[in-house]
T-cell receptor
Framework: GQQLNQSPQSMFIQEGEDVSMNCTSS?????WLWYKQEPGEGPVLLIA?????ELTSNGRLTAQFGITRKDSFLNISASIPSDVGIYFC???????????FGAGTTVTVRA | DTAVSQTPKYLVTQMGNDKSIKCEQN?????MYWYKQDSKKFLKIMFS???????INETVPNRFSPKSPDKAHLNLHINSLELGDSAVYFC????????????FGEGSRLTVL
């Protein structure tokens, strides 16, 4: 699959802070997605993006499909303790079934 | 009522043994997947079936053999287990092969001693 560069690798954040993470690819994608994985569970889809420039929200989460189709970011506003987990970006290139995942951003919230 | 369920959740076994992990989805999806998550949490696709037909077969040792008896089930059989096979294996399903909207199971943690 395609290589995705996700950053930061980890972050410690204060409760109430806004945080941002992003993902880049060397080639274009048709779909960008963001998943969250909590300990002992499988990843759960947060947001799916299908068009360049698309900005989509899900509660306190907002994600954007970059205009170049080679990047995406995820923002979490007013973080709370249950935001703890690993956030994965994922993307699907044109004419390819394979979904590639980033290496994940581990979020730890300080109360 | 669990959407994607896999068994067993934990599996501890000796090197050289053969083991299977089973997966079932009750979402009516056409496509199912096996992913491997290593100790660094990296998720790597192994196989995918669409309507019981193999559509993704990544470079994995041929000791790993998937089987899809019907659309709702995708099992993973591993022969001659090695230490490096220790990982968490996730089953997932999606409505079709062209969507990235996957529903994951809870994972099966395999430990090879």
């Amino acid at each position: 699959g395609q290589q995705l560069n996700q950053s930061p690798q980890s972050m410690f954040i204060q409760e109430g802070e806004d945080v941002s993470m992003n993902c880049t690819s060397s080639s274009i994608f048709n779909t960008w997605l963001w998943y969250k994985q909590e300990p002992g569970e499988g990843p759960v889809l947060l947001i799916a993006l299908y068009k360049a420039g698309e900005l989509t929200s899900n509660g306190r989460l907002t994600a954007q499909f970059g205009i170049t189709r080679k990047d995406s970011f995820l923002n979490i506003s007013a973080s709370i303790p249950s935001d703890v987990g690993i956030y994965f970006c994922a993307g699907r290139p044109p004419n390819d079934y394979k979904l590639s995942f980033g290496a994940g951003t581990t979020v730890t919230v300080r109360a | 009522d669990t959407a994607v369920s896999q068994t067993p959740k934990y599996l501890v076994t000796q090197m050289g043994n053969d083991k299977s992990i089973k997966c079932e989805q009750n979402l009516g999806h056409d496509t199912m997947y096996w992913y491997k998550q290593d100790s660094k949490k990296f998720l790597k696709i192994m196989f995918s079936y669409n309507n019981k037909e193999l559509i993704i077969n990544e470079t994995v040792p041929n000791r790993f053999s998937p089987k899809s008896p019907d659309k709702a089930h995708l099992n993973l059989h591993i022969n001659s287990l090695e230490l490096g096979d220790s990982a968490v294996y996730f089953c997932a399903s999606s409505q079709g092969a062209n969507t990235g909207e996957l529903f994951f199971g809870e994972g099966s943690r395999l430990t090879v001693l």
